[in-house]
């Protein structure tokens, strides 16, 4: 029994929490991710006054968030070289002064790549740099 328990725990430590050899989907789904850049530039408050865009990726291949001002809802879905997809995208229409709100939607929905990595996933439009995302917490936002 003890060889049993041992066999067990070993394997949970090898393979428990890890991220190492998630893929890509996996990784995407395990936390809400929040805008750390935009085209290259950090994102700040001034940009985002209503708060910082997130956005959470489903295991049904649905995406969710908050845009800094408007809470939408879409689709995605990824290919094994690293393409990725966001479309039908749909959002609330409150009003907000100030916000990049706009630009962030479309370059996630024009994006056409994404490196995705355990602490940062950065989508790209023909090889550029549009967005840069990081873990927000360690648990799944809700809207």
């Known amino acids: 029994m003890k060889k049993i328990i041992g066999i067990i725990a070993a394997a949970c430590i090898a393979g ?12 995407l789904t395990a936390t809400t991710w929040e805008l750390q850049s935009i085209q290259g530039k950090k994102a700040t408050t001034e940009d985002f006054a209503n708060g910082m865009p997130y956005i959470n990726f489903t295991a ?24 990725i997809n966001v479309s039908r995208l749909v959002s609330t229409k409150m009003y ?26 950065t989508l790209l439009k023909e090889t550029k740099e549009v967005l840069v995302l990081v873990p927000k917490n360690n648990k799944k936002e809700e809207l």
Do not use: M
Request: proline share 2%.
């Open 60 to 83: 049904d291949y649905k995406v969710n968030g908050k845009g800094g001002c408007n809470s939408f809802n879409g689709t995605y879905n990824l290919n094994q070289e690293g393409g």
């Open 16 to 27: 428990c929490g890890s991220t190492q050899g998630d893929t890509p989907q996996q990784t």
């Open 96 to 121: 907000c002064k100030g916000v990049r709100e706009n630009d962030f939607l479309q370059l996630l929905e024009t994006s056409d790549a994404v490196d995705v990595d355990k602490d940062k996933i």
